[in-house]
């Protein structure tokens, strides 16, 4: 274990389940205090007690980060319990739905804005007089669909562009306060967004997806957080308005290339990390978010 994270202070969105479950546990290993960030049934506590049972430091937030003052509130308790902060990463968001446009959900399209796209936003504004304090770092999740675009998700893919245009014009901005922001875009990766028994792909959408990745596989939580843990870390100290894709080469993809890939090169890497929480995620519009948000 190289603790390429010793000393820093990092919030984790979205840190209960997924790709966060394992960015929260690969940060603890590596040093970092953990603030474990999710909504209120997200297994964020059960995440915090397995990196202080492994010997790290980490503590739970439970709240909806879409809004200013619990975003605030957030930003607040992890100065106030670990004494500053050097990593954001905004890594929570929702994908509730698939369908071509015109009969794509109204809501699902809100929930989006609402979830991945004012979290990052209210995040962002509230660290950051406390990142240019430390010379920290923002870490955001884009997506490949927020590169290329992709049929029956159009409006994932917008909220997805968002972020990653956002985090360039702020690594701009904040450079001259030592601030780095940065963005990793998944492929797609072993979490409840991509089966279609607990997210919102059908038979045909699911292989789709994973056929078409040059690799021929999802990626797992753990390969993520692997280039989060660089991005965070000082070795990526010129690293700054960049776009790392994780994502089995699908960004650079032509053609449904991953049908060619032998089946023993299709096995995903065990990793080290133990995640109990993958398959945990959010995949559905929470009954008290139903209702509009215009409305
Ligand atoms: N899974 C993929 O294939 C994939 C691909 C590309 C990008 N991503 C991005 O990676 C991130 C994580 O994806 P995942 O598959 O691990 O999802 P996940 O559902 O497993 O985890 C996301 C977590 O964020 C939480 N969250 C959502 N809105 C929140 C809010 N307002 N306040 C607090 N917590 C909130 C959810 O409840 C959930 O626990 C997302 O931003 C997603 O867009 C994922």
Redesign the pocket.
Known sequence: MTRRLEGKVAIV??G?????EAISKKFAREGAAVLV???A??PVGEVVEEIVAAGGRAAAFT????TQATAEACVQQAVELFGKLDVLVN?????PATDELDKYPVEAFEYMI???I??AFHMSRAALPYLQKTRGNIIS?????GQMGSPNITP?GGT?AWVMTFSKGLAVEQAKYGVRVNCV?????D????HKETGPMDKKMEKNTVEGVPMGR?GT?EE?ANVYLFLASDEASYVTGATYFVDGGVTSSKSLSGEEVPSELKKEPAGELVLSH?Q????EIRPQDTGHMSS
């Open positions: 969105t979205g209960g389940a997924g790709i966060g960030v999710g909504l049934e997200d709240g909806d980060i879409s890594n929570a968001g929702v994908f609402k979830n991945n004012y979290t999740a884009g997506s490949e669909a994932y997805k875009g998944p492929g797609p990766i979490t409840a967004w991509t999802r939580p993520v993958s945990d995620g959010h995949a």
